[in-house]
């Protein structure tokens, strides 16, 4: 190697580290600092909750009717959006849906639009919190459980990191 | 004060033919003794001996396989594993794991001398990097098929082949380029259906894009090593999506429920068709300019702009009837086959022979029992099917070792005829 050629190199590798150091990093963040929100899962189909090792999760607020809600549609596939929560103990409910930023709001969460149904009065929303990795052997309590509530983390931008589950009122230890 | 050029490496039997052709040189006046003397000293004998090229890619082969073994394992032993393993023991196997596989990359590379194992040690580390992207993501619940991890794996390969000018490295960008474009892809259509043809579409023009892009490096930047990987990758994309466009089958779906296409795709189809031909436009101009335009490397350049229309009438201009569209494109694929004999021939390309009659197999065997599943009786269309490829297979090597011998006889009017095949 060249001096140039080892300076690119070790850079390029530096980059690489300091990339996968700042995703622990952010991650991390929004994981402590995030604020929490408990949302209610809906009954995950008992014929196939498990692709490779991970439960797909879906949830209460994942189809939004919007005509019952403050919203500012249309909406289309793919657009992003913000949805305003509201915290009614035990778990956070819908109550506004808008494409624009949401800093006025006090508690939202980032979302994708997966499906418009009834002309643009249902909409499905993906946040990115579908998914919960588990050991292997690990999913037959999963599979078994009648209630599924998730706690994630939501940072100041409405973006949400799936922190644990609460399986028929009890935290699911991974070990 | 002038420092010397380094000597070439060249086998003995190679050394021993320039000893013999400079002498016949000198013999017919065509250079001096000092001249033929100057050019001798341009080279030197290789240290490995006869067979050492042979060696050099088998020892390259065998340690690209192992950095992809070991690389597979790692990602399997921790995916197995990922939540049973405590959150630092996690971060301390990723980035220890990464920055010693580089250290050990560039140990081999610099210290010791042996680039081929050294640059399949950073190969291992490039894929490396790509479990770790993965994994971090999904010690946060974060699903594998989400589109940035393949594009973050991409931003941290695609300079690391360009910092070493390493064609593994490359080899593994164009894979992870073009797995996030599918993954990307599929996120930007929507609407119940009719994903494929828009996909082999866009495939399409991404492969014309790679070739073009490939050709550049080699005919304007005179970049060599990126440029076979690229023109490789490209043709086999373009190829892979234009024998898919020879099904009916694809232009019925599309027609019966047609997927809505999002902006981004819109953005990356037109941005990949028109930095394609924009690519091929400059080569072809900058080949004439320097007075090498040759006819192979017009036709190449007729046939893929050609390909760029035909990508644009099948994703925008539907015809309602699927038989005009599978017609078009199956012309399109005999051309293409013809195209690249063609040019292997004129250009003596060996392997764009090989190719081209291994696509006419393919494509007639298809058309076969496209045809003779519908038409004839299951054992009748199995033994004539059979029957066909044994002729078919005759036949075509018979052609290809004609044309390989004809292309070795021009390159060496004295040499062996045989060598090459």
């Known amino acids: 190697m060249t001096g140039r050629t080892r300076i690119a190199f070790f ?14 990093a952010y991650k991390e963040t929004t994981l402590r600092s995030g604020r929490e929100v408990v949302l209610q899962t809906l009954p995950v189909d008992p014929r196939d909750p498990f692709r490779g090792d991970f439960l797909i999760l879906r949830y209460v607020i994942s189809t939004l009717p919007t005509r019952a809600i403050e919203s500012d549609g249309p909406f289309a596939t793919g657009d992003v959006v913000y949805v305003r929560l509201q915290d009614r103990q035990p778990v956070a409910d819908a109550v506004g849906v808008r494409r624009a930023s949401a800093q006025d709001w006090d508690l939202f969460i980032r979302g994708t639009v997966t499906g418009v149904q009834d002309g643009g009065q249902v909409l499905e929303v993906q946040y990115g919190i579908e998914s919960y990795f588990v050991p292997e052997g690990k999913g037959l309590v999963l ?29 699911f230890q991974t070990r | 004060m002038t420092t010397p050029t380094p000597r070439q490496p060249l086998d003995e039997q190679s050394i021993a033919l320039l000893q013999r052709e400079t002498s016949v040189w000198v013999a017919r006046g065509l250079v001096t003794q000092e001249q033929a003397a100057a050019i001798l000293t341009g080279y030197e004998a290789a240290p490995a001996g006869p067979g050492h090229w042979l060696q050099g890619r ?37 980035f220890v794991g990464l ?20 640059t399949a040690v950073i190969l291992l580390g490039a894929l490396l990097f790509g479990a770790a992207v993965f994994l971090v993501a999904q010690a946060y619940h974060v699903r594998a098929g989400t589109p940035s991890l393949f594009l973050w794996w991409l931003l941290g390969v695609l300079p690391l082949a360009y910092a070493l000018r390493s064609r593994a490295v490359l080899v593994l960008g164009v894979g992870t380029g073009l797995a996030t474009l599918g993954v990307y892809a599929a996120s930007w259509m929507h609407g119940g259906g009719g994903f494929v043809l828009p996909f082999f579409a866009l495939a399409m023009v991404v492969g014309i894009c790679l070739a073009a892009l490939g050709s550049a490096k080699r005919r304007i930047v005179a970049t060599e090593w990126a440029a076979q990987p690229l023109q490789w990758a490209g043709a086999l994309v373009l190829l892979v999506a234009l024998y898919m466009f020879t099904f009916r089958f694809l232009f019925s779906e599309a027609l019966a429920r047609e997927a809505a296409l999002r902006w981004q795709f819109l953005l990356a189809f037109h941005l990949s068709a028109g930095v394609g031909l924009a690519t091929l436009i400059a080569v072809w101009l900058s080949d004439v300019r320097a007075g090498r335009a040759s006819s192979s490397g017009s036709l190449a350049f007729v046939g893929l702009a050609a390909l760029v229309g035909g990508a644009y009438w099948a994703l925008f201009t539907p015809l309602g009837s699927e038989v005009s569209y599978a017609l078009v494109f199956n012309v399109a694929m005999a051309v293409a086959i013809l195209g690249l004999v063609l040019v292997g021939y004129l250009d003596g390309k060996a392997a764009a022979v090989n190719l081209g009659i291994g696509l006419a197999v393919l494509d007639i065997v298809t058309r076969y029992f496209d045809l003779a599943w ?44 045989g060598a090459g095949r």
């Open chain 1, 11 to 24: 850079a390029v590798v530096a980059l690489q580290v300091l990339f996968l150091v700042g995703l622990v």
């Open chain 2, 99 to 118: 920055v010693a596989t580089y250290g050990a990359g560039f140990w081999t590379t610099d210290r010791l001398r042996m680039p081929n194992v050294g």
């Open chain 2, 374 to 417: 519908r038409l004839l009786d299951r054992s009748v269309a199995f033994i004539m099917g059979g029957l066909l490829l044994l002729a078919l297979g005759f036949a075509l090597e018979r052609l290809r070792r004609r044309v390989l011998t004809t292309i070795v006889e021009r390159e060496q009017p004295d040499g062996a005829a």
């Open chain 2, 58 to 94: 088998l020892i390259t082969a065998l340690a690209v396989l192992g950095a992809v073994l070991v690389g597979l394992g790692v990602i399997l032993f921790i995916g197995a594993n990922w939540q049973t393993i405590p959150k630092f023991g996690k971060l301390a196997m990723v």
């Open chain 1, 143 to 171: 599979q078994r459980a009648r209630d599924i509530k998730a706690i994630v983390a939501v940072d100041a931008s409405g973006r949400a990191i799936l922190k644990r589950l609460i399986v028929d009122g009890k935290v």
